[in-house]
C-alpha cells in the first residue's frame, strides 16, 4: 500500500527523471522495489505520466502552436514549411516506435519485474550517452533535417520501452550521432514524446481496475508535473552546452547500485 510520503517522492522521481536522461521507468522500478511494492502500481503510473505529458506541452507550447499554424497552412495552401516539416517529422519518426512498442509491448513488461536486467539497461544508457562526447559536428537545423534522421530517433525511441534505457537519453544521443543542432536534438526529442506518452498511457489505463487510491495518485500527477518543468528547463540549458554526456557518470552509478541493491 502507498502512503502520501511515497506518492510525492515517487512523482518527483518520475517527473524529474522522465525528461533527464536517466530512465524514469529505471527509477520507478528501482524505488518501488525498495518500497516494497511487488505489484505494479498501475494508476499511479498512468496518472504521473499524465503529469509530464502536461509538463512537456506547456514548456513547448510555441512549438505546438507553430505545428497547428503548420497544418492549418497546409490547409489554405499558405506557406509555413517550418511548422509542417516538424509535423511530418514527428509523424515519421512514430512509426518505427509504435511498431515497436504493440510488437514487443508485452515482453518489454515482463522485464519490469526484473530489477537486474533493468540496472544492466541502465549502465548501458550511460554508455549511450557518454559516446555522444564523439557525435557528428554537423549541427544540421531543422530545414536540413531529413526523413531518415526521423526514423532513426524513431527507432531509438522504440528501444527506449525497455526499462532502464532513457527515452530522452537514446534520442537526443541518436540526434547528436546523426549531426542534429543540438537544441533542435532535444526539442525533437521532447515534442515526439508526447505521442508516445500518450499511446502509452492510453494502453495501460485500459488495465486499471481499481480507481481506490486516485487522491494518492493525483498527488502523484500535479508533483511530476511540476518536477517535469524543473527537469526540461534544466535539461534544455544543458544540452545547449553540450554537456549531455556527464549523466553517464550517474546512469552508471545507479545501475551498479540497482545491481547490487535489488536482487
Not at 489554405?76 to 512514430?94: D, Y
Not at 547528436?176 to 489505463?205: D, Q, W
Not at 498527488?219 to 511530476?224: E, L, P, Y
Request: aromatic share 10%; hydrophobic share 50%.
Amino acid at each position: 500500500m502507498m502512503n502520501i510520503s511515497q506518492a510525492i517522492f515517487l512523482g518527483i522521481v518520475q517527473g524529474l527523471t522522465e525528461f533527464l536522461p536517466i530512465s524514469s521507468s529505471g527509477h520507478l522500478v528501482f524505488f518501488q522495489s525498495l518500497f516494497g511494492m511487488e505489484e505494479p502500481q498501475l494508476l499511479f503510473d498512468v496518472m504521473v505520466h499524465f503529469g509530464t505529458l502536461f509538463a512537456v506541452i506547456i514548456y513547448f507550447r510555441r512549438d505546438l502552436l507553430g505545428i497547428i499554424r503548420g497544418i492549418g497552412s497546409s490547409i489554405t495552401g499558405e506557406k509555413n514549411g517550418e511548422g509542417a516539416k516538424l509535423l511530418l517529422l514527428i509523424i515519421i519518426a512514430s512509426i518505427p516506435t509504435g511498431f515497436m512498442g504493440l510488437l514487443c509491448k508485452d515482453w518489454f513488461e515482463t522485464l519490469f519485474s526484473k530489477p537486474t536486467i533493468v540496472g544492466v539497461m541502465l549502465l548501458i544508457t550511460g554508455s549511450i550517452l557518454y559516446l555522444t562526447r564523439w557525435a557528428k559536428k554537423e549541427k544540421r537545423f531543422l530545414g536540413k533535417m531529413r526523413w531518415s534522421d526521423a526514423i532513426l530517433i524513431g527507432i531509438a525511441q522504440g528501444i527506449a520501452i525497455i526499462p532502464g534505457i532513457s527515452r530522452s537519453g537514446a534520442t537526443i544521443s541518436m540526434g547528436l550521432f546523426c549531426g542534429l543542432n543540438r537544441e533542435l536534438a532535444g526539442r525533437f526529442s521532447f515534442l515526439l514524446s508526447i505521442p508516445a506518452i500518450l499511446g502509452a498511457t492510453f494502453l495501460e489505463i485500459r488495465k486499471v481496475q481499481s480507481v481506490s487510491e486516485i487522491s494518492l495518485s493525483l498527488i502523484g500527477m500535479v508533483v511530476a508535473f511540476g518536477a517535469g518543468l524543473l527537469s526540461l528547463t534544466v535539461l534544455m540549458r544543458i544540452i545547449k552546452t553540450g554537456n549531455i554526456s556527464n549523466f553517464s557518470y550517474y546512469c552508471w552509478a545507479i545501475g551498479l547500485l540497482m545491481l547490487f541493491l535489488v536482487r
